[in-house]
């Protein structure tokens, strides 16, 4: 069972093609601009108690105009095990229905994936979330000190080819957005292996707290992070 928050029966904004989002419900970070503060606490009225196999009834209903699924959240590593039945259950679909289907996570990467390598072979990739690279920056940003487990999920993920897309929300001043486009490019180059980035203009919508009228980055700043992407080898998108 998993405490899930929302279903989308089809998203295209949740990875590649169109795709079921489920959103599980709890967070282990505090993000200042978090758009969806409503799946940070643990435990909530709005969250419903489901089984993989109410889940799967779900998706189900995508057959076949779906390419696959994603889950998010709040941070849905922290229901790994949840995560490894579901996927599991969707790839014995796929070869039920005959119609080929990828399972997808879009994570903080505080929880280490090296641990669940159960989930880990039924996973196609994982779509991160680099909040920011220095330590400091990224504690004010999240109330968080698990940073380091980040970029060692990025490094692996990376390395086991798993690493479907690495997402950088883009706030001027408060996210260190070239520190982390610099030290992304020297992992890429030590590790020999590439992905793509996506550079995320931070937008208020949803946001509770002190940056829930903060203004967007400007065309011109978000043109100038895709410049320096571009200048340190990396493919990105401005989304």
């Given at each position: 069972m998993a405490l899930v928050r929302k279903i989308i029966a089809q998203s295209t904004v949740d990875g590649p093609g169109n795709r079921t989002a489920i959103f599980l419900q709890g967070c282990n970070i505090r993000c200042a601009y978090c758009h969806n503060p409503e799946t940070q606490?643990?435990?909530?009225?709005?969250?419903?108690?489901m089984s993989v196999a109410e889940v799967m009834t779900e998706v189900r209903k995508g057959i076949p105009f779906i390419r696959g699924i994603t889950v998010s959240g709040g941070e849905c590593m922290l229901q790994a095990e949840f995560l490894t039945k579901l996927f599991q259950a969707v790839k014995a679909l796929a070869e039920e229905v005959h119609h080929p289907l990828t399972c997808l996570i879009d994570s903080n990467g505080t929880v280490p994936f090296a641990r669940h390598p159960q989930l880990m072979e039924v996973c196609d990739g994982v779509m991160l979330d680099v909040k920011a690279w220095d330590s400091e920056t990224y504690h004010l940003l999240t109330q968080a000190r698990n940073d380091e487990v980040v970029k060692e999920n990025l490094?692996?993920?990376?390395?086991?080819?798993?690493?479907?897309?690495?997402?950088?929300?883009?706030?001027?001043?408060?996210?260190?957005?070239?520190?982390?486009?610099?030290?992304?490019?020297?992992?890429?180059?030590?590790?020999?292996?590439?992905?793509?980035?996506?550079?995320?203009?931070?937008?208020?919508?949803?946001?509770?707290?002190?940056?829930?009228?903060?203004?967007?980055?400007?065309d011109e700043q978000m043109a100038e992070y895709a410049a320096l992407a571009a200048s340190l080898g990396l493919t990105a998108t401005v989304k």
């Open positions: 606490a643990m435990q909530d009225a709005e969250a419903k108690e490094a692996w993920l990376l390395q086991h080819h798993l690493l479907t897309e690495v997402r950088i929300v883009c706030l001027p001043k408060r996210v260190d957005v070239e520190v982390i486009l610099q030290n992304i490019a020297k992992i890429f180059d030590s590790i020999g292996e590439k992905a793509p980035a996506r550079l995320l203009r931070f937008r208020p919508h949803g946001v509770i707290g002190e940056l829930a009228n903060h203004p967007m980055p400007s």
